[in-house]
């Protein structure tokens, strides 16, 4: 039989790329997507796009409705993936920013994963797998708000993992570093709406680095690869008979991997503050 998988932000970047490597490789795939034109768009591309924004609990609850009429009450797979960044310096972001980002990237996710989990329950097994980031488990400045909610999803599944473990459900982490994407291009009317940098004490930083590297496109990121890197990483992680844990993509991952363990923390600092 077919397997099936709800992949969510699927309008752009590696939720796209997801979506299409999937269905090339013989998966019904249900595209979901945040604003109802995306998800027009995709249908007529031939998918199935139920229409999923992470703020919006009842959005979420019907999605995978439409999802599990359409399959008779079934799901192999979820791929969490639909997300935003808030850049800007720790001290600057309010309360209601982080709240904000937080709604989407993790709260969002887990209820989406809660309801998951009882059809998979039901059905004797399933793949959860979360797009997390090399942010995920080291940081850099300027990125706290988003650099907080991968941690948080992190270790959100790391603990549903263990424990799942006496279930054929699988939960999966993929870590990407630089990708392709709309990720920057997206972040800016949220950064625009949430931070006062004029008034900041580091205003001066602001406008040395953040602002040009926010709103002047210089072309693609040291390292940086498409977006089929991480597709190619989903594949594995829902077609291994044993899939891992964890999923680096790119060679920045590889290394903050490696730096993470081999060295404490201070020197991890030095070397992040330089770039």
């Known amino acids: 039989m077919q397997k099936s998988i709800l ?16 269905r090339a490789r013989g998966w019904r795939v249900f595209a979901s997507c945040r604003h109802q034109r995306d998800c027009d768009r995709l ?18 609850t019907s999605g995978l409705h439409e999802v599990l009429s359409a399959t008779g009450g079934t799901i ?14 720790v001290e600057d972001i309010p309360v209601d920013g982080l709240r904000h980002i937080f709604e989407t990237n993790v709260f969002g996710w887990h209820d989406l994963t809660r309801q998951v989990i009882p059809v998979m329950r039901a059905q004797g097994h ?10 995920g488990f080291i940081a850099f ?9 991968k941690f948080a999803i992190e270790g959100l599944t790391d603990t549903l993992r263990l424990e799942l473990q006496d ?13 392709t994407s709309k990720l920057r291009e997206k972040a800016i009317p949220v950064f625009e709406r949430f931070i006062d ?8 930083k602001y406008e040395g680095s953040l602002l040009k590297r926010l709103y002047e496109d210089s072309g693609p990121d040291r390292f940086e690869l498409p977006p089929s890197a991480v597709t190619d990483k989903l594949a594995q992680a829902l077609e291994a008979p044993r899939p891992k844990a964890r999923y680096y993509v790119t060679t920045p991952t590889y290394i903050a991997g490696y730096l993470r363990r081999l060295l404490p923390t201070r020197a991890i600092d030095n070397i992040l503050s330089r770039i």
């Open 197 to 204: 940098w004029e008034n900041s004490a580091l205003r001066d």
């Open 141 to 149: 400045p300027w990125r706290g708000a988003y650099i907080a909610t």
């Open 167 to 179: 279930t054929d459900i699988n939960v999966i982490l993929i870590e990407p570093g630089p990708i």
């Open 7 to 22: 992949i969510t932000g699927c309008s752009s970047g590696i939720g796209l790329d997801a979506a299409h490597g999937m």
């Open 43 to 60: 249908r007529a591309q031939g998918f199935d796009s139920p229409r999923i924004d992470y703020t919006d609990s009842d959005s979420i």
């Open 76 to 89: 192999d797979a979820v791929f969490n993936n639909g997300a935003h960044g808030l850049p800007g310096a």
């Open 126 to 135: 399933g793949r959860i797998i979360q797009n997390s980031s090399v942010l």
